[in-house]
């Protein structure tokens, strides 16, 4: 049973607009929530997170917002640039521990 | 100045034969992840390692067994390999909110 859901696949983006990627989760009691961001052959790399008392924490480009009451998180990337292009993973803590989404690959197109 | 390296990145064998990934990390993270990521692209957690103690293992047979000779290390040994053993698996450690990976190494098994 998925805890951490991304159900898009897959999103393609045209460079300069904005990339919003939606994560959704089952589990009440998580208390922090992270995005990952993976480039091929290469390990994730943290990118940015969210305590479950905030419903916003911007850093840069990279916006993350949380709405508790529906579960659902969205990390936003504007503008959108080709080398953002990756797949990005949502991850929620659970008692120190890490259970990730299956992952959106993001394409950035010029 | 690599924090989580694994060797080797690329790793083909026969089925039934034994292997080793090893892992290093130079962040001095008490916690210590092994992750495998299968074909369907989830991230799951294998084993942890706090302080060169076992305290998880995530219902992975026991032909899988983490060895840490020190706090640097978490080695990942797999006995009589299978087909299905065949995916990516990726170091990582643990701050507090956030955990750093390694590059990952691909095992495919013939």
């Known amino acids: 049973d998925q805890q951490v859901k991304q159900n898009s696949p897959s999103l393609s983006v045209q460079e300069g607009r904005i990339s919003i990627l939606n994560c959704d989760y089952t589990n009440s009691m998580f208390d922090y929530f992270l995005w990952y961001k993976k480039y091929p052959a290469e390990g994730p790399t943290f990118l940015i997170s969210i305590s479950s008392i905030k419903d916003k924490n911007e850093d840069g480009r990279f916006t993350v917002f949380l709405n508790k009451s529906a579960k659902h998180l969205s990390l936003h990337i504007v503008p959108s640039q080709p080398g953002d292009s990756a797949v990005y993973f949502c991850?929620?803590?659970?008692?120190?521990?890490?259970?990730f989404g299956k992952g959106t690959k993001l394409s950035v197109k010029p | 100045d690599t924090a989580v390296s694994q060797t080797p990145k690329y790793l083909v064998t026969q089925m039934g034969n034994d292997k080793s990934i090893k892992c290093e990390q130079n962040l001095g993270h008490d916690t210590m992840y092994w992750y495998k990521q299968d074909s369907k692209k989830f991230l799951k957690i294998m084993f942890s390692y706090n302080n060169k103690e076992l305290i998880i293992n995530e219902t992975v047979p026991n032909r899988f067994s983490p060895k840490s000779p020190d706090k640097a290390h978490l080695n990942l040994h797999i006995n009589s390999l299978e087909l299905g053993d065949s995916a990516v698996y990726f170091c990582a450690t643990r701050t507090t909110d956030t955990q750093y990976f390694g590059p990952g190494t691909r095992l495919t098994v013939l």
């Open positions: 991850a929620a803590k659970s008692q120190g521990n890490l259970i």
